[in-house]
């Protein structure tokens, strides 16, 4: 929209911007599995286990690994 139309626009603040995110995600499973190991969660576990590792290549999994609780 800026592009767009700079007339419209004094400044842009960016919030949650993803950078590297498969290295980020790489690392998101990793940290998250620890947790659930930990937790003895097992509902997380095949959670974990059906996703597998990242990369993913369907962006469906990326989200279903973030709505893990601890």
């Known amino acids: ?3 767009n139309r700079p007339d419209l626009f004094h400044a842009y603040i960016g919030h ?3 950078i590297r995110f498969s290295e980020n995600i790489k690392a998101a499973y990793q940290k ?8 003895g969660d097992e509902d997380a576990m095949g959670t974990l286990e ?3 590792e990242p990369p993913y290549t369907n962006a ?8 893990i609780d601890e």
């Open 16 to 18: 949650a911007q993803f």
């Open 32 to 39: 998250v599995y620890k947790m659930t190991k930990i937790a």
């Open 60 to 67: 469906k999994n990326s989200g279903q690994l973030l709505l």
């Open 1 to 3: 929209m800026a592009l």
């Open 50 to 52: 059906t996703l597998g």
